[in-house]
């Protein structure tokens, strides 16, 4: 069980480009959440999805970014238009059940964005 | 909301010392709680996983334990190692929903 996989690790983007995360949860979860850490600061919730599904998206911004979670293949954090706030490591877990049951999250290892 | 407070923020002992990070949560309808712990730019390791009907979890030098009704957890490491130096986190689970503290810095000194 390769773990949930993020890529890329780091990404670097010009102001005004768009940023494409990928994360592949464990094999068997079917529940995909996405936070994002600013330097020197602790993990902000952003986004939770189930396959095909936004179950909960009350911290992600409301302008530039989106998520999706597709039937077949990666979840997608896409950020359109970046700006050099969004510079940050953004991270995704995942998990088997709706409460994090008995297993808890899963973490991958994360894309670092930099915005030049 | 849930929001969830680690003191304190950083701590640097001598190697060989017991220590004790403090996390608190404000909604006890938790269902979990979870330590993890963070090496500089890396990701997130699961350290412990403690259910809401559980008091504590053990896991070689490290002991969580787990206070809904005062909304506390505490991860305790015995006998640190410079190993053990990166910033640990708590994070308290609710609906769907999993919230943060900031971490504790810790640095374990040879």
């Known amino acids: 069980n390769a773990g949930v996989m993020q890529n890329p690790r780091h990404l670097v983007r010009r102001r005004g480009q768009e940023a494409r995360l990928r994360c592949s949860p464990m094999?068997?979860?079917?529940?995909v959440y996405w936070y994002r850490q600013l330097p020197e600061e602790g993990l902000k919730f952003m986004v939770y999805?189930?396959?095909?599904?936004?179950?909960?998206e009350s911290g992600m911004p409301k302008e530039r970014f989106s998520a999706e979670f597709p039937k077949e293949g990666p979840s997608i954090l896409r950020i359109q238009q970046v700006v050099r706030g969004d510079s940050a490591a953004y991270f995704c877990a995942s998990s088997p059940t709706t409460t994090g049951g008995n297993y808890g999250y899963t973490f991958g290892s994360g894309t670092r964005l930099t915005v030049v | 909301k849930q929001e969830v407070t680690q003191i304190p923020a950083a701590l640097s002992v001598p190697e060989g010392e017991n220590l004790v990070l403090n996390c608190s949560f404000t909604?006890?309808?938790?269902?979990?709680l979870q330590w993890f712990r963070q090496d500089p730019g890396k990701g997130l390791t699961s350290l412990l996983l403690?259910?809401?009907?559980?008091r504590e979890q053990t896991s070689g030098r490290l002991n969580a334990s787990l206070d809904k009704s005062s909304g506390r957890s505490t991860l305790y490491i015995a006998a640190s190692q410079p190993g053990d130096s990166a910033t640990y986190l708590c994070?308290?689970?609710?609906?769907?929903?999993?919230?943060f503290g900031a971490g504790t810095r810790l640095t374990v000194k040879p």
């Open positions: 994070a308290a689970y609710n609906n769907n929903d999993m919230r």
């Open positions: 403690i259910q809401s009907s559980q």
């Open positions: 909604d006890s309808a938790i269902y979990n």
């Open positions: 999805l189930q396959k095909e599904n936004i179950i909960d």
């Open positions: 094999k068997g979860h079917s529940h």
